[in-house]
């Protein structure tokens, strides 16, 4: 029992990710987010490495994962102490 509580925990804490890792992802993120977007804004008119480029570049990115988005809804119904949701 000991055990299986040992590697459990050291399960959940190797699943954690420290502040560096997590800055890293973001910046990963990013590079790929200007990589993809940024010759776009260029054609579009943009100058590189400028404020309006750089909104350029969020503007698309933000509108492409709108577009790729699945939106679904859900419904919900019942009473006090019972709840159903479904989503559609």
């Known amino acids: 029992m000991r055990t299986l509580l040992v590697v459990a925990s050291m399960l959940a804490l190797a699943g954690c990710a420290t502040q560096a890792e997590r800055a890293a ?6 590079d790929d987010m200007l990589r993809v ?6 054609k579009l008119g943009y100058k590189p490495q400028t404020d309006p480029w750089r909104e350029c570049v969020l503007r698309l990115a933000t509108n492409d994962r709108l577009e790729r988005r699945d939106f679904m809804t859900a419904h919900c119904f019942g009473s006090a102490g019972f709840l159903h949701c479904s989503r559609f």
């Open 25 to 30: 992802a973001v910046q990963r993120d990013v």
């Open 37 to 42: 977007y940024g010759p776009g804004c260029e």
